[in-house]
């Protein structure tokens, strides 16, 4: 297994993993790649943001986001932020998800961020009993606020 970065041909594997879920199967559309390829190329384009894939012999089974945030609190302190974490549905708890997030804390730290924040949707129990397995403290509320087109 590696961590690579994402490039535009895991694009429909990335839309899979993020449709494969309650929530996600109501926001992707895996018909129609070309808004996922604008966003790859605008994260592609800031050294903040890094979308990798876990490649298991070229096979993409799993995915996230880490950007980094730079911030004046905590005395100037860079936060890192993970987002759409996922993990092919026939590789769940076999550990790669851990592996994965672990990857991500690590490059966090050697790029300097001094804290690493995630959110989860609050319907989602496994996924916040597995962050708090890794370490991550349920410490604050998050709030939404959807903009229509």
């Known amino acids: 297994?590696?961590?690579?970065?994402?490039?535009?041909?895991?694009?429909?594997?990335?839309?899979?993993?993020?449709?494969?879920?309650?929530?996600?199967?109501?926001?992707?559309?895996?018909?129609?790649?070309?808004?996922?390829?604008?966003g790859l190329a605008a994260i592609d384009a800031d050294p903040h943001q890094l979308l990798v894939v876990l490649d298991d012999d070229g096979e993409v089974v799993?995915?996230?986001?880490?950007?980094?945030?730079?911030g004046i609190s905590h005395q100037g302190?860079?936060?890192?932020?993970?987002?759409?974490?996922?993990?092919?549905?026939d590789r769940r708890g076999s550990g790669l998800g851990g592996q994965m997030v672990q990857w991500a804390v690590q490059e966090s730290r050697s790029?300097?961020?001094?804290?690493?924040?995630?959110?989860?949707?609050?319907v989602r129990a496994d996924a916040r009993r597995f962050y708090e397995r890794l370490g991550f403290i349920p410490s604050h509320t998050g709030f939404k606020l959807p903009l229509s087109d």
């Open 111 to 122: 790029r300097g961020a001094r804290v690493v924040q995630l959110t989860s949707n609050a």
């Open 1 to 38: 297994m590696v961590v690579r970065r994402a490039t535009d041909a895991d694009l429909p594997a990335i839309v899979r993993l993020l449709a494969d879920d309650e929530l996600g199967a109501t926001r992707e559309d895996e018909g129609d790649l070309a808004a996922y390829r604008r």
């Open 62 to 70: 799993g995915t996230l986001q880490l950007t980094l945030i730079p």
């Open 77 to 89: 302190a860079w936060r890192a932020q993970i987002e759409a974490v996922r993990v092919a549905a």
